[in-house]
């Protein structure tokens, strides 16, 4: 099994992402996720039950995952 983390966890995470992360659920575990929006935070901790961060750094260093999933919009993926 494959551990994943998301920076990110806006509307393209809900929509897109996950979906496509739960189609691989024998393959793929999403542990955590990190957005500096505390609702979107929130809806996601409740939506799919990962942890949760407001930093990515805090996140990698705690979660330690085997993915990175990059989720950001386009223009703030270089500083992810």
Known sequence: MTTVAMI???????????????????????IAGCDPDSAA?????????????????EMLAETKPEVVAVCTPPWMHREH
């Open 41 to 57: 935070r929130d809806h996601a901790a409740k939506k799919w039950g990962f942890q949760v961060f407001a930093d990515a750094r």
């Open 8 to 30: 990110g966890l806006g509307s393209v995470v809900q929509h897109i992402h996950m979906p496509a992360f739960q189609s691989l659920k024998d393959k793929v575990q999403v």
